[in-house]
């Protein structure tokens, strides 16, 4: 979807919300608060927070669908580093509404941005031995492009100096455990502590969970995004993309060494007092 042609922005305030996040660590001041949402009305900005190889382009492409609202990228970066709400992106689509799929993490500032917009995020995560396989054939299938090591085909945590082109799927196996658990965990546990303290109103959705009960889960998307009563029509059920309809669920166990799983679990076993259950660790 294209833009509206007559998008513009109130000078003011927009200055205004710049100053006081520059001042306060992401905190917009009140009164450019209260003016963005006067002029939001009922339009929504919607934010898929979800992790790599979590299903959250389909779950971002569907609500766009259902919610006839435009899809727009509201991170700071269109390579591989939209792990930050940006300020300038959030005014500018304020008054239209958007989609946006972002591989953002919960920290404070992207929790004050949320707040200051209405943002109620949907939190996609998938089982994590799963996501490790998925992420080894997404990267074979990268590695054809010629993009490939350019910054945009591919995973800001997994970006090397070397290339992992020569690398047994064994090999590549092991880079991505070293190399993008720990984010997954990041990304896992700050959103985990903002939704505990507080700080955002999130839902928590799983890849399986919307390969089991495609109607019910986004009927409880739409609902507590504030749809209630969007149609949903039969061809969304009908999912278009075919790896996400395979879903390939649980292929992590047979892929995976016992070895492989024991490290994947290593990175967990740093924060004894998070379930990561969403995860299957």
Known sequence: MSLPSNIEVDAVPFLDAVTGAAMGDGLVNEAAQLHFANERGDKKL???????????????????K?????????????GTNEHDLYLPSLCLM??????????????FHNAALMQAFGIKPI???????????????????????????????????LWQDHSPKDLSDERLLDMIIDLAVPWF????????????????????????????????????ILDFLGFPGVPIEPELLD???????????????????????????????????????????
């Not at 879903?247 to 990561?276: C, D, N, V």
């Open 46 to 64: 919607i934010v898929v927070a979800g992790a790599p190889r979590s299903g959250s382009t389909f779950l971002a492409n569907t609500l766009v």
């Open 66 to 78: 259902c919610t006839r609202l435009l899809y727009f990228r509201l991170c700071s970066a269109y």
């Open 94 to 107: 304020n008054r239209y509404g958007c989609v946006s799929q972002l591989h953002i993490k919960g920290t």
């Open 123 to 157: 939190l996609l995560v998938r089982q994590i031995d799963d996501i490790v396989v998925s992420l080894m054939h997404d990267l074979k299938d990268k590695m054809l492009k010629p993009d490939f090591g350019t910054g945009q085909s591919g995973y800001s945590f």
């Open 185 to 220: 965990v990041n990304f896992y546990v700050s959103w985990h502590r903002l939704c505990e303290q507080g700080a955002v109103e999130a839902l928590w959705v799983t890849y399986e969970s919307m390969l089991a009960d495609k109607q019910g889960t986004l009927r409880q």
């Open 239 to 281: 999912f278009k993309y075919q790896t996400f309809r395979e879903g390939k669920r649980g292929r992590g166990s047979w892929i995976l060494s016992t070895e492989q799983r024991a490290r994947i679990r290593q990175h967990f076993s740093y924060y004894p007092g998070i379930s990561f259950d969403k995860y299957g660790a």
